[in-house]
């Protein structure tokens, strides 16, 4: 049973548009963690969330941990090619579990 | 310098064959990991090591094996490959298990039984 559920699961926009991506679950975390895979490599870590209500920014990445730690959501300001890239959210369990996933497509 | 490196990078094999699939970390870090990732994306937990012991273990058939000749490196062999064992296979580390500071991934093997 996964915990995780991320919509949408596909996201196609086209460059400088903005959008916001999420990670849903009826659990509470003491933390959730958000990666970015891009084609041919493995997932690279991009934020770590831990207080609910947390927002954590990287440069055009917003991170938001919901109140009640069950949620959170990746906004993309002005999203580039370059943030080309399948996003996952993941709480660890003794191991690190991930979502299913959005797979995110920039076009030129 | 790779922090964590796993090769090969691609493994086309038949069915039936045995394969292993090696991996090192030159991170320092304490608990090694295996993934699979299937067709759809999704990335699912096989074994973690800790100093050298088993610590999970999912329903993963016992046709695989991880092994660890040290802390730096965790191997997944697999016997009687079946068609169903196509994938991308990732190995992991990190610091320790509840690590707040994420899992570090291999760039994967793509594994094709033909």
């Known amino acids: 049973t996964q915990l995780l559920e991320q919509s949408p699961q596909f996201l196609s926009i086209q460059e400088g548009e903005n959008l916001t991506v999420y990670c849903n679950s009826s659990s509470v975390f003491s933390s959730l963690q958000w990666y970015r895979q891009e084609p041919g490599e493995g997932p690279v870590l991009l934020v770590t969330?831990?207080?609910?209500?947390e927002v954590k920014k990287l440069k055009r990445l917003t991170f938001q941990f919901g109140d009640a730690r069950k949620d959170s959501s990746l906004h993309i300001t002005a999203a580039q090619p370059g943030d080309t890239g399948l996003y996952l959210c993941?709480?660890?369990?003794?191991?690190?579990?991930f979502g299913a996933g959005t797979r995110l497509t920039v076009k030129p | 310098d790779t922090a964590v490196s796993q090769t090969p990078k691609y493994l086309v094999t038949q069915m039936g064959n045995d394969k292993s699939i090696k991996c090192e970390q030159n991170l320092g870090h304490d608990t090694m990991y295996w993934y699979k990732q299937d067709s759809k994306k999704f990335l699912k937990i096989m074994f973690s090591y800790n100093n050298k012991e088993l610590i999970i273990n999912e329903t993963v058939p016992n046709r695989f094996s991880p092994k660890s000749p040290d802390k730096a490196h965790l191997n997944l062999h697999i016997n009687s490959l079946e068609l169903g064992d196509s994938a991308v296979y990732f190995c992991a580390s990190s610091q320790a298990s509840l690590s707040l500071y994420g899992y570090t991934f291999g760039s994967g093997t793509r594994l094709t039984v033909v």
């Open positions: 993941a709480y660890n369990n003794n191991d690190m579990r």
């Open positions: 969330v831990v207080t609910g209500g």
